[in-house]
């Protein structure tokens, strides 16, 4: 990474492909995780590479349900860990939330690579306790399985680069779900509590600074800016961004 060029017009794009590819190298990121950072980044060039309004909304209702939560959980996978491993921590220290490792393609020595590349960044005391694990009601994949006082327990759950299946049935146990998706027509979007359609290297630092900012308001306050979010209608608007951004390049062409 360090030969890349910062004066490279691609240089943040091709600095999160290289933190991707020294991930599957250490055997944090599943070879899968390298197609799936690929259709992100297809997204990302759509949006422009930049956090919309939209998003920016979405990343505030998303502050304050943190902050109204009783029992957070940070949910992790492999690209999240390698893309914004650092962050994460950051994150729940900001809003008292655990962190869980939890993963499609699962086997124990990754999730343990995971664990000790997350405890070599500080988040040791942040880590979901080991407990016997519970089991996500519907779910068929290795996502199922999950910590008793993790996400099986929590109210609120963040879930960066998630799959649909794990955030429709956690939205069925009655838990809430934010969601970092970059790809507003997917299941994980449509399906979330609040959607954050965005590049997470862009919108979890936004949500740190943001929830440290609000971090002290009023509880009525938080609650009154979450009740006036609706994720539907910001799908809608960011929908209309990608029409208009398609529409404005093709006549460019």
């Known amino acids: 990474m360090n030969n890349l060029p910062k004066s490279h017009p691609r240089y943040i794009s091709l600095l999160q492909r290289e933190k991707i590819v020294e991930g599957f190298r250490k055997g944090i990121v599943a070879p899968q995780g390298l197609i799936a950072q690929g259709r992100g980044e297809a997204f990302d060039y759509i949006l422009g590479e930049k956090t919309t309004r939209p998003a920016k909304k979405a990343i505030k209702a998303s ?3 943190f902050l109204l939560a009783r029992h957070p959980v940070i949910s992790v996978n492999g690209n999240a860990a390698a893309l914004i491993g650092k962050q994460i921590i950051k994150l729940a220290s900001a809003i008292g939330a655990k962190i869980e490792v939890n993963l499609f393609y699962r086997t124990e020595k990754r999730k343990e690579k995971i664990e000790k590349f997350l405890i070599s960044l500080g988040a040791k005391k942040f880590l979901a306790k080991k407990t016997p694990h519970a089991i996500i009601p519907g779910l068929k994949s290795e996502r199922r399985k999950v910590s008793q006082e993790g996400i099986f327990k929590a109210d609120v759950v963040f879930v960066p680069l998630e799959d649909g299946d794990r955030t429709e049935n956690l939205i069925k146990m009655g838990k809430k779900v934010v969601a970092v998706d970059l790809n507003p027509f997917s299941r994980t979007s449509q399906k979330a509590s609040i959607t954050v359609v965005d590049n997470v290297v862009r919108a979890v630092p936004l949500l740190i600074g943001l929830t440290r900012k609000i971090k002290n308001e ?3 306050k938080l609650k009154v800016s979450l009740k006036n979010y609706n994720n539907k ?3 809608k608007e960011t929908i209309a961004i990608i029409q ?5 390049t093709s006549l460019l062409n």
Do not use: H, Y
């Open 63 to 65: 502050a304050c349900l």
């Open 218 to 220: 009023n509880k009525n």
């Open 233 to 235: 209608k910001n799908l």
């Open 244 to 248: 208009k951004r398609l529409i404005k």
